[in-house]
């Protein structure tokens, strides 16, 4: 199971998993597929109605969201975001990958009614954009990465925000108030896991705890569903308030199964659509806003934000990033295929044209950003090994 904890692998099956999804629904069994997929598996006397497609994206998915939450509180805590200092640069960037992105959506798309689709282009895959960087990256330094991976875990942040307050219709306060409960009640109980607890010191039997743990995760999840507020909102919930020991511990646990089940079985069922047979002149707006926002508005945006946040935001320590450095780093958050992709369904619930329309455009604007980040990563990897050559430390930067 280690092999599913590689950056390497686990953007390599959610890659292989989109590109089977998208060529399976364009064959003739594809209509019977998406049919399947969009097949209800209801469960009324406890009012759950979800399509097999919204088990995966709505229930499944939550777990992913876990993981990013105790990552990101992690980096808060103890990471690269655990202080204005270290996170203002960051964050800076981050904004600037989500404002220009938005606007060239937007410019795309005033005075259309698929204009709410703007959060779309905003997302970068930290996957994805990670296993590109291992795979191209070899020389380059640490730095680069710890970069990346705090402008991803605040991307996902903004998005996770989008989500809870643009696509949450008519919130039941009653539901939130039960979910704020089971979500409170799981944080107080995920302490008791705690290395120094009274109950792991008498060294009584785990797996009551992880039982009580369990059940009310899935009371959260529930109730967060009711409410009204997209279901993944719980997994973010429980993942900032889970204990960070236990959690660091369930994240190690859950990694493999997300990475090698979760992921990639949510790219395959959102990636199932049949090509549009139109025009390139009739496809939606929409369409083009996607395919330019993540390659080219992520990049414009994480490297102008970036250059002008560095004369404000000094490091404490180590080597300050270039514009090269920020160059790859946009290159890279142009990949925002899983919670694009997500976005992408939340946006155009009602306009399941251009859902498809809009995943294409996912998949080949994320594929464009995944192919100018490779070769960016590589050239600016050989500069590297160059620089380490000529200084007398060939392998210095190598990981």
């Known amino acids: 199971m280690n092999f599913l904890r590689s950056e390497r692998w686990s953007a390599a099956l959610l890659l292989v998993a989109a590109v089977v999804g998208l060529v399976v629904a364009n064959l003739p069994l594809g209509p019977a597929l998406i049919e399947l997929k969009n097949e209800h598996l209801d469960l009324p006397w406890i009012g759950l109605d979800l399509s097999a497609g919204h ?21 808060l805590v103890i990471g690269e975001l655990n202080s204005l200092s270290k996170a203002l640069l960051p964050a800076i960037a981050a904004v600037g990958g989500v404002i220009v992105p938005a606007a060239i959506f937007l410019a795309f798309t005033a005075g259309q009614p698929t204009v709410n689709g703007w959060p779309i282009p905003t997302a970068t895959d930290i996957a994805f954009a990670l296993g590109v960087l291992a795979v191209f990256g070899r020389f380059i330094p640490t730095r680069v990465r710890v970069f990346l991976l705090a402008l991803a875990v ?12 643009f696509f949450t ?7 939130l108030g039960f979910a704020a409960i089971a979500i409170t009640a799981f944080g107080t109980v995920s302490r008791v896991m705690k290395p120094r607890s009274t109950w792991i010191l008498s060294r009584r039997p785990q797996w009551p705890i992880v039982v009580v743990l369990i059940v009310l995760a899935v009371l959260a999840w529930y109730f967060v569903y009711r409410s009204g507020v997209h279901a993944t909102v719980a997994g973010v919930a429980l993942g ?15 990694e493999p199964w997300s990475n090698g089940i979760i992921l990639p079985l949510f790219a395959f069922s959102a990636a199932m659509v049949a090509v549009p047979a139109v025009r390139p002149s009739e496809l939606d707006p929409a369409f083009w806003g996607i395919i330019v926002g993540l390659p080219v508005g992520k990049i414009v945006g994480i490297l102008l ?3 002008l ?21 946009g290159a890279l958050g142009g990949i925002g295929f899983t919670v694009s992709l997500l976005m992408n369904e939340l946006a155009f619930a009602r306009h399941p044209e251009v859902a498809d329309e809009g995943t294409l455009a996912v998949l080949l604007g994320s594929g464009i950003a995944m192919v100018l980040s490779a070769i960016a990563v590589t050239v600016r990897s050989r500069q590297y090994r160059a620089r380490g050559a000529r200084a007398g ?3 210095a930067f190598s990981r």
């Open 240 to 254: 900032l308030v889970m204990a960070r020991r236990p959690a660091g511990r369930a994240v190690h646990v859950m």
């Open 169 to 175: 219709a008519e919130a039941d306060l009653g539901a």
């Open 309 to 329: 946040g560095g004369l404000v935001a000094k490091r404490r320590s180590g080597s300050p990033l270039t514009l090269g450095d920020l160059a790859i780093v």
């Open 154 to 165: 605040l991307d996902d942040l903004i998005a996770i925000l989008i989500i809870a307050f």
């Open 55 to 75: 088990w995966i994206s709505d229930g499944l998915l939550a777990i992913f969201f876990f993981i990013v939450a105790v990552e990101l509180k992690r980096e």
């Open 393 to 395: 430390v060939g392998g």
């Open 305 to 307: 934000a970036g250059g």
